[in-house]
């Protein structure tokens, strides 16, 4: 359990999820009014940042550390773009980006379970 919240640490999951998903779209409309979209995309552009970024930060009150929240956040967060961006703008994806994704979340995941693995050694030590 989490000392500052009283709440278990896999409570910060859906509000990091949502706040990865609003992130994204709003960095997709971005691109969509650069590319002569509507402009009606901005107000996309403006809720989805905002509320990605109040999103993480429900996700540090619930516990989940800061520097694991972001790379989470970031990593899963330019994996999801940079493949949208593919899908929906046509822009160039190589084998070598691809590589270079799953190593970035990979890095993630591993910060992630030497956080879990630090906090266990720390409730073990107490």
Sequence with gaps: MSERSGKEPSSAWPPLLLAIVLEVSATLSLRAVSTGGSWW??????????????????VLTRGMPVGVAY????????????????????????????VGLGVIIAGVLLAELGTRHARQDRGRAS
């Design 71 to 98: 790379g989470i956040w970031s990593a899963i967060g330019v994996a999801l773009t940079a493949l949208a961006a593919a899908a929906l703008f046509a822009e160039a994806l190589s084998a070598l980006s691809l």
């Design 41 to 58: 995309w901005l107000i996309v552009v403006v809720i989805g940042y905002g509320g990605s970024f109040w999103l993480l930060g429900v």
